[in-house]
């Protein structure tokens, strides 16, 4: 299948880094892999987001659930998952909570991290045809809708409302 588009917005996350290259630019983008349990519960234990600092993870109540995590682990896309990070996850949990039943889910999660922790929006080297979006780490969820706005006045042929220049793909 073929599709034409006046403008391609490259915003695929960890995956961006391939898309970039084929769209001209090598991009030092390296994926940060997290790690996630879950427990489902009536009653979580705490009301809000709770990060003992020392330890490098959250703990995140939600509707029905207590959500547990963190770590940092260099890895790619491809690598297997390290299950020692998630035992780690489990036995740091349990100082806290030492009740905590068996947990009903776990996973891990791909960030899209950058070596200068600013992520890359605007243009491809190649033109404005190709624009980015990517490379928020930690805090892409938050960041998307600033950057979805400058992606719609780029696409539009406007300028931004913030100067994009320290985000450029051609700074690397």
């Known amino acids: 299948m073929t599709l034409r588009a006046k403008t391609v917005?490259?915003?695929?996350?960890?995956?961006?880094?391939?898309?970039a290259r084929q769209a001209g630019d090598r991009i030092p983008l390296e994926t940060e892999r997290g790690y996630h349990l879950e427990w489902d519960m009536q009653n979580v234990?705490?009301?809000?987001?709770?990060?003992?600092?020392?330890?490098?993870?959250?703990?995140?109540?939600?509707?029905?659930?207590?959500r547990?995590?963190?770590?940092?682990?260099?890895?790619?896309?491809?690598?297997a998952a390290s299950p020692h990070r998630l035992e780690a996850l489990e036995k740091a949990a349990r100082q806290f909570f030492p009740d905590l039943p068996k947990a009903n889910r776990s996973w891990m999660g791909f960030r899209p991290?950058?070596?200068?922790?600013r992520p890359v929006i605007g243009p491809s080297s190649q033109g404005a045809d190709?624009?980015?979006?990517?490379?928020?780490g930690h805090i892409g969820l938050t960041l998307?809708?600033?950057t979805?706005?400058?992606?719609?006045?780029?696409?539009?042929?406007?300028?931004?409302?913030?100067?994009?220049?320290?985000?450029?793909a051609q700074r690397f």
């Open 148 to 168: 979805a706005n400058i992606l719609r006045d780029l696409c539009l042929g406007r300028s931004p409302s913030l100067d994009i220049a320290p985000y450029s």
């Open 68 to 79: 547990v995590a963190g770590t940092v682990e260099l890895g790619g896309l491809t690598a």
């Open 144 to 146: 998307a809708p600033i």
């Open 45 to 66: 234990p705490i009301s809000r987001p709770t990060c003992p600092t020392a330890r490098g993870f959250y703990f995140s109540p939600m509707q029905g659930r207590l």
């Open 9 to 19: 917005i490259i915003t695929a996350g960890a995956h961006s880094k391939d898309l």
């Open 113 to 117: 991290s950058i070596p200068d922790s």
């Open 130 to 136: 190709v624009l980015y979006g990517f490379g928020h």
